[in-house]
Nanobody, 127 residues
Framework: QAQLVESGGGLVQTGATLRLSCVAS????????MAWFRQAPGKEREFVAA????????KYVDSVKGRFTISRDNAKNTMYLQMNNLKPEDTAVYYC????????????????????WGQGTQVTVSS
């Protein structure tokens, strides 16, 4: 199991930018595909973006394409989510997730596909 710690959330206005970080305490970070999920009040946790071990493969939910960018720095055991042009509907707790992947790629974008989770960081976008 990876231990994951998110940071970077906050209260911003519509159109603002935030960058979330997730630091993983693991021996070999490149063994893990990583992802961001989010959960708004009263809603189920939903997939936002995923990235494979090298960073060359990424996947996004349609609602954030063109606004959010997922990346990772394997030398720092850190994953990022650059969020531009934030909207009120982006308001949620954002969670970092990890999945051990021996063969590369990333698992299906579902909560059950990822075995390690961070504690979450709140992002609030005011209109």
């Amino acid at each position: 199991q990876a231990q994951l710690v998110e940071s970077g959330g906050g209260l911003v206005q519509t159109g603002a930018t935030l960058r979330l970080s997730c630091v993983a305490s693991v021996r070999t970070f490149t063994n893990y595909a990583m992802a961001w999920f989010r959960q708004a009040p009263g809603k189920e946790r939903e997939f936002v973006a995923a990235i494979n071990w090298s960073g060359r493969e990424t996947k996004y939910v349609d609602s954030v394409k063109g606004r959010f960018t997922i990346s990772r720095d394997n030398a720092k055991n850190t994953m990022y989510l650059q969020m531009n042009n934030l909207k009120p509907e982006d308001t949620a707790v954002y969670y970092c997730a990890a999945s051990l992947r021996a063969g590369g790629g990333f698992p299906p974008p579902t909560t059950t596909s990822f075995t390690s989770w961070g504690q979450g960081t709140q992002v609030t976008v005011s209109s």
